[in-house]
């Protein structure tokens, strides 16, 4: 590949502006990216870093994007292989002196950003998590969730709700996930975040809360699910299948597709979204740089 130009922008608002048709266009893929980069425009978030790799014809080839105290995020890239794009990018990023302690992005193309990165920096890294990504068009109800469905209800969740015990399950689904932790009030206030913005649902079976969902990432086409946690008191009863069964359903009304990402070392969730149509779209990693 030929006639690749690293292209900085100034802020998020003009990556943005020139990119975001052409980040659409793989929008579930580039999710992270589109989601984080208007985020930072909304809450005009300083100090960043937004560039891209574009050909000569002024088309996206792989992008980046950073604020302080975040990952970098990277774009989706071209299964038949960018790799020139993605070591210059990893260069350029390299010279930023950005402070970032992880990477996170899609295969393939992801880890040839890191290597090029972290040896750019002599540095290493590690995978921290490695994800499946998966993208639901159609629902399936399996035939064993039709007795739960019928018993559970899916509501969502509200700052009447007992907060303290949502804050908790909140902390249970962060370690469970090998995710930051937060203490008990940054627990608390997240979760009423949620709640108080409509992202948060609840699984209700005799009018008790037994597991939570939350949406995210709402964009133009298609929105995703995350947050999914049933404490261990609950768990073997199949409350997260018919959960994830109405909750996408619920879901695919506004929008052409759901996604989520799954850890690969976590058997039992992958097997509960394929049970519901979740199929496999890519892999996604997390990198730590050490």
């Known amino acids: 590949m030929t006639d690749l130009l690293v292209k900085e922008y100034p802020g998020a608002e003009d990556f943005l502006d020139e990119l975001l048709p052409q980040l659409e266009q793989h929008e579930l893929e580039n999710g992270q990216v589109i989601s984080k980069s ?53 260069k350029h990023a390299a010279t930023q002196s950005l402070s970032c302690t992880g990477i996170f992005g899609c295969e393939p193309g992801a880890t040839t950003f890191v290597e090029a990165y972290t040896a750019a920096l002599e540095k290493s890294y590690v995978v921290r998590r490695s994800m499946t990504t998966y ?6 109800i399996p035939d064993h969730s039709q007795s739960m469905i019928s018993r559970g209800v899916l509501r969502m969740a509200t700052v009447d709700d007992d907060m303290q015990m949502l804050a908790n399950w909140y902390i249970g689904f962060n370690e ?8 008990e009030e940054e627990a608390v206030k997240e979760i009423t975040f949620r709640a108080r913005i409509g992202f948060l649902y609840l699984w209700i079976v005799d009018e008790k809360p037994v597991s939570m969902v939350c949406k995210v990432r709402a964009l133009k086409y298609g929105c995703s699910v995350a947050g999914v946690y049933t404490p261990k008191e609950s768990r073997g009863q199949r409350y997260a299948t018919a959960m994830m069964a109405v909750f996408s359903e619920h879901l695919r009304k506004d929008y052409d597709y759901v996604s989520l990402s799954a850890d690969n070392d976590n058997p039992t969730s992958n097997y509960i979204y394929q049970q519901v149509g979740y199929e496999k779209n890519c892999i996604t990693n997390d990198y730590l740089i050490v």
């Open 176 to 183: 469970q996930c090998l995710l930051p932790v937060p203490s």
């Open 135 to 140: 993208r639901l068009t159609n629902v399936n």
């Open 38 to 90: 208007t985020s930072w425009r909304q809450n005009k978030v300083e100090g960043g870093y937004y560039a891209a790799v574009l050909d000569n014809n002024n088309n996206l080839v792989y992008a980046a994007v950073w604020a302080p105290g975040n990952y970098i995020w990277l774009s989706w890239s071209r299964p038949d292989g960018c790799e020139e794009a993605q070591v210059k990018l990893a």
